[in-house]
T-cell receptor, first 113, second 109 residues
Framework: DAGVIQSPRHEVTEMGQEVTLRCKPISGHNSLFWYRQTMMRGLELLIYFNNNVPIDDSGMPEDRFSAKMPNASFSTLKIQPSEPRDSAVYFC???????????FGQGTRLTVV | EDQVTQSPEALRLQEGESSSLNCSYTVSGLRGLFWYRQDPGKGPEFLFTLYSAGEEKEKERLKATLTKKESFLHITAPKPEDSATYLCAVNRGAQKLVFGQGTRLTINP
């Protein structure tokens, strides 16, 4: 298996623009997580899905952030409009089921100027 | 409130100098504690899962242990390639996987 695949790897955008990050989880995994990592706050859980259904989105910082999982093999995290403080590395992770380890993608480094 | 605290924030060792990293947690209904390694520019890489107090896991120079309040990652005779940030995470109640801030480990040759 190719592992969790995220795209793009790097994104530079101007403040106010819409940004869409993409994730393909490992085949057969039922849970998917979106995290944001910064030097100040470390790895923050934004939202997670179980069987394509959002279970907890309490970590989503504002209404500008939204996430979808239309099917078991694809998820998106959208920021609209983007702001400089959204600059961070965004990770997607997936796992087979409850209580098991999660596997991470390589991340998307987002820079909002 | 559930918390995961790692210490120290940074640790610098000489090659061959053994030490331990700490992960303290206050979580109701722990359903797993996980250790990850993260190299610069990469995603966290899974190392170990521990589920119950007294459990131990080993991999090469690393050994993870778990008590009811904390976990230790012991590093024996480390090499420069062990330099990385080590993260612990806990799996709590509603299956949220929550991470500590990490320990940045540097092994000097």
């Amino acid at each position: 298996d190719a592992g969790v695949i995220q795209s793009p790897r790097h994104e530079v955008t101007e403040m106010g623009q819409e940004v869409t990050l993409r994730c393909k989880p490992i085949s057969g995994h039922n849970s998917l997580f979106w995290y944001r990592q910064t030097m100040m706050r470390g790895l923050e859980l934004l939202i997670y899905f179980n069987n394509n259904v959002p279970i907890d989105d309490s970590g989503m910082p504002e209404d500008r952030f939204s996430a979808k999982m239309p099917n078991a093999s694809f998820s998106t995290l959208k920021i609209q409009p983007s702001e400089p403080r959204d600059s961070a590395v965004y990770f997607c992770a997936s796992r087979t089921s409850m209580n098991t380890e999660a596997f991470f993608g390589q991340g998307t480094r987002l820079t909002v100027v | 409130e559930d918390q995961v605290t790692q210490s120290p924030e940074a640790l610098r060792l000489q090659e061959g100098e053994s030490s331990s990293l700490n992960c303290s947690y206050t979580v109701s209904g722990l359903r797993g504690l996980f250790w990850y390694r993260q190299d610069p520019g990469k995603g966290p890489e899974f190392l170990f899962t521990l589920y119950s107090a007294g459990e131990e896991k080993e991999k090469e120079r690393l050994k993870a242990t778990l008590t009811k309040k904390e976990s230790f990652l012991h590093i024996t005779a480390p090499k420069p390639e062990d330099s990385a940030t080590y993260l612990c995470a806990v799996n709590r109640g509603a299956q949220k996987l929550v991470f500590g801030q990490g320990t940045r480990l540097t092994i000097n040759p």
